[in-house]
């Protein structure tokens, strides 16, 4: 042997072969079909009613003191977010994809639910309470209105049609920026009180990622309730901190962000409480409002589209049938109806960090987020003990999000193994309808920031909102933009539809022409027999 080694051993043909294409995710513990034993079902279904806790704590937390409310109404309202969430993922489970998605409160909504919250008919009110049940009820007329596009698109098949031309190319900028373009949510909010924060994300990374790393043990513990373990250790040590003064001579934004007693919610809270239909009265109706707000749930039905993309590979499932994408779709117009008629104060769609969460866990199991619907119901009807839990400070809940909506981006990156990298044309319409997704919102949200109105600015406040929602969103300008020159730029000759990744797909246009479809994604009860998919 010459010194120094001599040249390496050429490297085996099938080595430099690339990685094999994969419709479905192989590596996950439990598919859709297949539960985990009852005792880990159970606590993983607490752990995904953990994380959808933040954002229903989160958007009330903000929008009922603008309403008039005080810290009952808000505990109420968080209540009845929750039971309605609870019921929505139900249906949604049952009759909708069948996917284990989870449906909670959507920041989608939150811009046109302000609007009616500065509506001129409202500042005559002086009574706070008056003031609060008035809005609520004109957000609630607005709501009922705008689930009827979900529920007409959905149910009539005309989204099954829509989803019908998407392709892996124009599915990626769609699903990378259902998760990436919530990073406002991440460590901006995370860094409000840095002390708990980074802690947490730490904490998340090392038993999610590092211990089963370096333990190589067949029982995956500390990977699948990793959120569990990581919340309860600072939460505790942010509890020490608030009870330990540490926060005594801090300015009022610190406290509110790093204290644990802050929240006010326990203390409103009833012991049992049932949420009912019309609980603030009879909705009232404004058609302005209820154009604006229909808007928004256009926007929520496209960023859901690609969340439910995510989910459906996160569960080791196949593509989803365009007429089963359609179906959920109007099982989550029926879930907006829920929030309109129950009284939540904001429209719902698919949450993006429970998404994220069945990546994290492993477990795309169905009975899993059937199982924590139920903690939704339970903890929304025993107040006290649903309080506790909603206490926990946003900055912890914030870098949960870190880590999920990262996920649920990559579940779109993803989809790129279906697409031909070296074409020119999947090079442009990937990086154009990224950049844009990216630049167009940052410019509306900077304008909003410096002026205190949107780019759109007209008298009327409802038409301003009609423009300026669907802008200021990333998945849907991306999503829009990349499905648009997808289809106008593509022949029908197969080179071009290979490098879009389509032939992949085309097994799934159908629900008949792949057996697995039957697997994952059929009625249960033998509904389909009365509801056939096509």
């Not at 008035?134 to 529920?151: D, E, F, H, P």
């Not at 929520?300 to 569960?315: D, K, W």
């Not at 950049?435 to 410019?443: D, T, V």
């Amino acid at each position: 042997m010459p010194p120094g080694g001599g040249p390496a051993p050429p490297p085996k043909q099938e080595e430099l072969q690339p990685h094999p294409v994969r419709d479905q995710l192989p590596n996950i513990s439990y598919c859709i079909t297949s539960p985990p034993p009852w005792p880990e079902a159970i606590l993983l279904g607490f752990q995904h009613y953990l994380v959808m806790l933040g954002t229903t704590v989160l958007i009330p937390t903000s929008l009922v003191p603008q309403m008039g409310g005080g810290n009952e109404e808000k505990a109420k309202t968080i209540q009845t977010i929750l039971f309605v969430a609870g019921l929505s993922t139900l249906f949604q489970t049952l009759f909708g994809t069948r996917l284990p998605a989870v449906i909670g409160a959507s920041y989608t909504f939150v811009p046109t639910t302000i609007s009616i919250i500065l509506a001129g008919r409202y500042s005559d009110v002086l009574d706070p309470l008056e003031r609060f049940e008035k809005i609520m009820r004109g957000i609630q007329g607005a709501l009922i209105v705008a689930s009827t596009l979900q529920i007409v698109i959905g149910f009539s098949g005309l989204w099954r049609n829509v989803a019908r031309f998407l392709s892996p190319l124009s599915a990626v900028p769609l699903v990378a920026l259902s998760g990436f373009g919530l990073y406002e949510l991440g460590f901006p909010v995370l860094a409000k009180c840095v002390e708990i924060g980074l802690p947490q994300i730490i904490l998340l990374v090392i038993f999610s990622q590092y211990i089963p790393h370096l333990t190589h043990g067949e029982r995956h513990v500390f990977d699948r309730f990793a959120v569990i373990f990581s919340v309860i250790i600072v939460w505790i040590y942010a509890h020490l901190l608030t009870v330990g003064g540490a926060y005594k001579h801090t300015a009022l934004k610190t406290q509110l962000s790093c204290r644990t007693d802050r929240a006010g919610i326990i203390g409103a809270a009833p012991w049992i409480r049932v949420p009912y239909p019309f609980q603030w009265g009879a909705p009232t109706f404004d058609a302005g409002e209820s154009f604006a707000m229909m808007a928004a749930s256009f926007v929520a039905l496209v960023e859901s589209t690609g969340t439910f993309i995510a989910a459906s590979r996160y569960a080791s499932a196949t593509p989803m049938p365009p007429s089963i994408l359609s179906r959920g779709v109007g099982w989550q117009g029926v879930g907006i109806l829920f929030s309109g008629i129950f009284g939540t104060g904001i429209g719902s769609s698919v949450t993006v960090e429970n998404a994220g969460l069945l990546a994290l866990t492993r477990v795309g199991s169905r009975r899993v987020v059937q199982i924590s619907a139920g903690f939704m119901i339970f903890f929304s009807i025993l107040g006290k003990f649903g309080a506790v839990f909603a206490s926990i400070p946003a900055p912890i809940i914030a870098a949960l999000y870190c880590l999920f909506f990262a996920y649920v981006g990559s579940a779109g990156l993803s989809l790129l193994q279906f697409c031909n990298l070296n074409s020119f044309k999947t090079k442009f319409v990937l990086g154009f309808s990224v950049f844009m997704g990216l630049s167009i919102p940052q410019y509306f949200n900077e304008y909003t920031a410096a002026n205190g109105y949107s780019p759109v600015h007209t008298g009327a406040r409802w038409f301003n909102d009609m423009i300026n929602v669907p802008f200021s969103s990333n998945a849907f300008v991306a999503g829009l933009l990349a499905y648009f020159l997808d289809i106008t730029l593509h022949r029908k000759d197969g080179p071009m539809r290979r490098d879009r990744g389509m032939h992949w797909w085309d097994r799934f246009r159908s629900y008949k022409t792949d057996t697995r479809s039957e697997e994952f994604y059929s009625l249960p009860f033998n509904l389909n027999k009365f509801f056939p998919s096509v």
